[in-house]
């Protein structure tokens, strides 16, 4: 009996093991997409790259790219007998989310420790997503509420801590009162596990609000008011300011 016993606990240390090396393989796999030797004149064009946003005059840049868009689709239209309404590429989304982040969440530092960032559109869905180095994360520079984000994921996943990781979420946002809502059917990515709205507020030592929180989006002259995420493109419909 005894000697059953042991055999029995063999095979659920075995098991566990297998499944905890199982896991520690897809928590930490990094997508298709990057890889560190990636060079601006090599990628895709929805992937954003340290190098092309680690100067705020980069960002800038982006932003008054985005911007002329807007004037260019605003002028076409100067009766406004219609709604202003526009369509943006992943990439133009990709650089609509970086210059629509919190000044301390793309501060020098913090973009350094970004590595890649890329956004794709598929069958109305959005996939969003980062590679960034834990270990060059400057915690101390983040506000509370990105900290205890960071904090909350690795205590949860300890083996994230120290290397670089990827980190995105999935879903299909909709607009309310000009900020992005995600809601409780978007999906948190970490490696190649996708966990839902349940999972991070039961099983995973996160803020239970982390998917609610909105994200303002300004785009120059244009109130955005409706987005629609159409094949691989996303549609902006509002009005002038």
Not at 15 to 29: D, M, P
Not at 137 to 150: K, N
Not at 210 to 236: P, W
Request: charged fraction near 20%; hydrophobic fraction near 40%; include cysteine.
């Amino acid at each position: 009996m005894i000697k059953k016993i042991g055999v029995v606990a063999c095979l659920l240390l075995l098991g566990g093991g297998g499944w905890l090396a199982y896991t520690w393989q897809r928590v930490t796999h990094l997508p298709d997409w990057y890889s560190r030797e990636l060079k601006p004149t090599e990628t895709a064009p929805s992937i954003l790259l340290p190098t092309q946003v680690d100067e705020p005059s980069e960002i800038e840049n982006l932003a008054f790219g985005l911007q002329q868009k807007v004037d260019r689709v605003l002028s076409a239209n100067p009766s406004q007998s219609l709604p202003p309404q526009m369509q943006l590429t992943a990439q133009e989304f990709n650089q609509l989310v970086v210059t629509s982040l919190p000044v301390q969440a793309r501060s020098p530092q913090v973009m350094a420790a970004v590595k890649a960032m890329n956004t794709e559109i598929e069958a109305g869905q959005l996939k969003t997503g980062i590679v960034i180095d834990t270990s060059a994360l400057p915690l101390d520079q983040l506000s509370s509420e990105y900290r205890a984000t960071v904090d909350g994921l690795l205590e949860s996943f300890p083996v994230l801590q120290d290397r670089e990781i990827y980190v995105g979420v999935e879903g299909k946002p909709r607009l309310q009162r000009g900020k992005v809502i995600l809601g409780e059917d978007t999906q948190l990515v970490v490696g190649n596990i996708r966990f839902s709205y349940a999972d991070i507020r039961d099983r995973i030592n996160l803020p239970p609000d982390l998917l609610d929180k909105t994200v303002n989006l300004q785009l120059g002259q244009l109130q955005i008011e409706d987005l629609n995420f159409q094949d691989r493109s996303v549609i902006l419909k509002g009005q002038a300011k």
